[in-house]
Nanobody
Framework: QVQLVESGGGLVQAGGSLRLSCAAS????????MGWYRQAPGKQRELVAT???????NYVDSVKGRFTISRDNAKNMVYLQMNSLKPEDTAVYYC??????????WGQGTQVTVSS
């Protein structure tokens, strides 16, 4: 069971980059599947990227080639490197953890705003 805190959001111009961080506390971080979701105004929360226990990753098509999810199990950290940002990437980004037993935890979210 972990608790999650995101950071690193902000305002950036189109084409710029941001790196989001998710700090996990509690036990069992390394066995969790970790993900980044985002929610834009008026839209449902969308799964952006996933990283599994063994390091495999998945991305939604709209960010593939631009975003990279990574994890550092020794530091209980998950990152989302976002490059070539577009205005449509504007959203609140949430860190997510799913334990093998099925328990899900969410961070509080961090705002990413991309201007034209």
């Amino acid at each position: 069971q972990v608790q999650l805190v995101e950071s690193g959001g902000g305002l950036v111009q189109a084409g710029g980059s941001l790196r989001l961080s998710c700090a996990a506390s509690g036990s069992g971080f390394s066995i969790n599947t970790m993900g980044w979701y985002r929610q834009a105004p008026g839209k449902q929360r969308e799964l952006v990227a996933t990283i599994f226990r063994g390091g495999s990753t998945n991305y939604v098509d709209s960010v593939k080639g631009r975003f990279t999810i990574s994890r550092d199990n020794a530091k209980n950290m998950v990152y989302l490197q976002m490059n070539s940002l577009k205005p449509e990437d504007t959203a609140v980004y949430y860190c997510n953890a799913v334990h093998p037993l099925g328990t899900t935890r969410w961070g509080q979210g961090t705002q990413v705003t991309v201007s034209s």
